[in-house]
C-alpha cells in the first residue's frame, strides 16, 4: 500500500513513521509512504499557503490552489487517483470498521489541515471523505494522519508477525481487549489470574472472551450491538448485564 501525506510539516510525520513497526514494515517494502510539503506549491514569492477568511472570524485559512497542485502531483507520481482523506474535527470519527476497509485500498493520501482549517471548495473538489479522530481539536491535521495511516498499515500482510497480533486487539472485534499480566507472578500483593498459568489453552481462551465481554460492557457496551458472541457467549453476557446496577 502506498500512503502519501499532504503537510506542512513534512519531517514531523516522516520522523515519527521511520521508527518502530512501521519503520520497519517500510524498510521491508511492506508499506510506502511519501511526505508531501504543500508550501512547495505556494503561488507567490513569500511562500504564502493562508489567508483571511471570507466573512471574518479569528485565524487563517489554508488556500486551496496550493493544496490542489500539491495533489496532482501525489496524482502523477502515484500513477493513479488515491483516495484522498481529510483530517477534520467535521469528518466521521476513525474506528476499527473503517481502518479494515481502508486496508483494502491500494492507494491513500492523506490532508493535514492547519490554522482555521481548509477552503471548503477545495474539500468539494477533491476530497473523498473526512475523518475525526474524535470528538477534541488539536492544532493540526499531522498526528491524526499518522494515527490512521499507523492504523492501517498494521492491518497489512507482513506488518505484524502475526495476524492475531491485531485480531485480539480493542475494537477488532466490537470487544475491547481482555487483561493482559507478565512476569513476576505476584507483584504488590496482586497474583497473575490462576487460569493464565494453567496452560490450558481452551480455559485460558474462555477466561479471555470473557473479561473482554465483560470489560466492553462495563466501559463500552454499545460495541456489544455488533460483536459476534456465540450462544454460550450471550448467555454469559445477559447474565453479567443482570448485576449491572
Known sequence: MRFDILTLFPEMCEAVMSESIIGRARKAGKVEMNFHQIRDFAINKHNQVDDTPYGGGAGMLMMAQPI???????CDEAGTRPHLIYMSPCGKTLTQERVKELSKMENIAILCGRYEGVDQRLIDEI????????????TGGEMPAMIVADAVSRMLPGVLSEPEGFMGESHY??????????KPPVWHDMAVPEVLSSGHHANIKKWQ??????RTLERRPELLENADLDKKERAFLEELKKNVK
Open 209 to 214: 472472551r470473557e473479561r473482554s465481554i465483560e
Open 68 to 74: 490542489y497542485d500539491c495533489f496532482m502531483k501525489v
Open 173 to 182: 472485534a466490537s470487544l475491547l481487549e481482555y487483561p493482559q499480566y507478565t
Open 127 to 138: 476530497v473523498d471523505e473526512e475523518i475525526s479522530i474524535g470528538d477534541y481539536v488539536v
